[in-house]
């Protein structure tokens, strides 16, 4: 049987004559948010917790312990001689990579140089995945895979003999855990209908702050070993994907859009069953281009080359390429930058973690009233006004309480603005293209987070006048993409071509009217 008739076999299944959007099943049968959706909504985005501490467990594994000398003060050599001078370790050696491998003076470069291996594992990794994700192993199976690949690569990293060794884990690491959440995302909110997808999509980064803040807590436990504390932060990875994935369900869209038709009913069944609701068997399911089968023949093939090839989701991936590229280079470099506050290293990583979290409230507050575009546009902005206003404060005595608290408002808004711009991105690409795009926007996210431990060396002003800068430019690049708010969740590039071409015309005509 040929493509095409695949196609159309697959269009007319689904049990029923009067065939809907997934967006319309969700919101006249099955219930737009409901209990199968908050079950499935919590189990899936509980992987950002992973993520994070995949990602900043850097922080306290390779921190520069305290040094002292055991001989009295001043009768200890260069203290970039270490144990060759008299200076010991107060931890011991193996409290963290710096201490271990004598990472300091000369080779302090080297532990800016593995946190940004790490985040080129990640760009890898993100482009990858996000096209397995789209294709033929679909949202599940990819959030199962790099589950499963990043805890396997933590655990050797903790066994790693050398730095370089450690350095090429941290990369293998990066490729498979810098994919987790936006699979997850896509996952998570797919299922989830018009009405309630943007306020439920601002809520998965508080699994991610969450996770920040549960791995302060774990590495207080562990500061005398940093390989103990890589071991108790990748086995959650492994436990996910035994014990949670086996009760998460694929997605209903991946499933319609790879003629699936049948499974994607089953999805939908059990969630209105679920939710207390039901699904007449004359309701079928669609596509929103189903009336042209030559377009809908690409959805089989759709990649970031299709992408490419519409002018519209051109412009608008790089643009947002972009923007994530700034927001990153912002939102780690705050985070990492709490070696340069000369504050509690665990306090400040807490107090950061949790001032992400109203960020994440807000949004979801302001969201429906106001938009994408213009709350995106205000938290980089805010963002950018106090990490400047940061570099100008002086660093001695409560003056550095002053700019920590400047650093924590940056950090609330680039928070908002990474949970927004996941919401806004899911929504500018149709379901065909969604994770690679979301793909692409993660290698960006990616390019700046490799940059964000350079900047952090540049001292203590410095990089807050480099996060102000990117911070505000990358607020005034949002004025070129579209709002996305109240409208629909394309599933094809044809459909959501065909739907702003009428989106255009009316608000042409909406704006005609009101000159007459």
Known sequence: MSTTELLLAASGSGG?????????????????????????????????MLEAMHTMVMIFADREPAMWCPAGDGRCGDRCAGAAAGWEWEQGSGSSTVAEWGLVCGERYKVGLVQAIYFAGCMMGSGIFGHLSDSFLGRKGSLQLVCFLSGGFGLLTSLSPNYWVYAAFRLLTGFSAGSICFCSFVLATEPIGPSYRGVVGTSTCYFFSGGIAALAGIATLFQSSWRILYIVTSLPSLAFMLVV???VSESPRWYLVHCRTDDAMRVLRDIASTNGKSIPHCVGLMLDDEDDIAKKVVVETSSVLDVFRSQIMRARLMLLVIIT????????????????????????????????MPSYLVTAVLLQHFGRKPLTIGSMLLSGVFCTTASLI????????????????????????????????????????????????????????????????????????????????????????????NKPLYDTMAGMEKGERSSKRGDEVATSNSLI
């Open 16 to 48: 029923g004559s009067n065939r809907v959007s997934i967006d319309d099943a969700l919101s006249l049968h099955a219930g737009e948010f409901g209990r199968w959706q908050l079950r499935h909504f919590v189990l899936v985005t509980a992987a950002w």
């Open 245 to 247: 994935m086996p009760f």
């Open 325 to 356: 590229f700034l927001c990153s280079v912002v939102y780690f470099g705050l985070t990492l930058n709490v070696v340069n506050l000369k504050i509690n290293l665990y306090i400040s990583v807490v107090v950061n973690s949790l001032a992400e």
């Open 394 to 485: 002086p660093d001695f005595g409560a003056m550095r309480v002053a700019r920590m608290a400047c650093g924590v408002v940056g950090i609330f808004g680039m928070a908002g603005t990474y949970n927004l711009l996941l919401v806004y991105a899911s929504e500018l690409f149709p379901t065909v293209v969604r994770t690679v795009a979301l793909g692409c926007k993660a290698q960006g996210s990616q390019m700046g987070a490799i940059l964000a431990p350079i900047v952090v060396l540049l001292g203590e002003r410095v990089p807050f006048v480099v996060f102000g800068m990117l911070a505000i430019i990358g607020g005034l690049l949002v004025f070129c993409l579209p709002e996305t708010m």
